[in-house]
């Protein structure tokens, strides 16, 4: 059973950084595809960004709201999945929860808040 913890979060100004973690534990991560995903007060699950497993391509997504600013990677050796958010604007404010998929079962993290305000 494989199991995500993420880390990272908190509270930074507008135009700042955070890097948020994603770390699994069970299984190995690599072959899984990997999402960010966040949920703002009032608001629907947003995508933000996504990784293919290592065993396929191992290309990346980013939403169109977050390109430029935002970039996921893997570490496999930390069985590890990152998501560098750079310039944050107060509309990033959310939880962000990693998700793991592999062969149609799908495993999600408890989130980290990410608060941007001044």
């Known amino acids: 059973q494989l199991q995500l913890v993420e880390s990272g979060g908190g509270l930074v100004q507008p135009g700042g950084s955070l890097r948020l973690s994603c770390v699994a534990s069970g299984s190995t991560l690599d072959i899984y595809t990997v999402g960010w995903f966040r949920q703002a007060p009032g608001k629907e699950r947003e995508g933000v960004s996504c990784?293919?497993?290592?065993?396929?391509?191992?290309?990346?997504y980013d939403a169109d709201s977050v390109k430029g600013r935002f970039t996921i990677s893997r570490d496999n050796a930390k069985n590890t999945v990152y998501l560098q958010m750079n310039s944050l604007k107060p509309e990033d404010t959310a939880v962000y929860c990693c998700?793991?998929?592999?062969?149609?079962?799908?495993?999600w993290g408890q989130g980290t808040q990410v608060t941007v305000s001044s």
């Open positions: 998700s793991a998929i592999h062969s149609q079962t799908r495993f």
């Open positions: 990784i293919s497993s290592s065993i396929t391509d191992g290309s990346t």
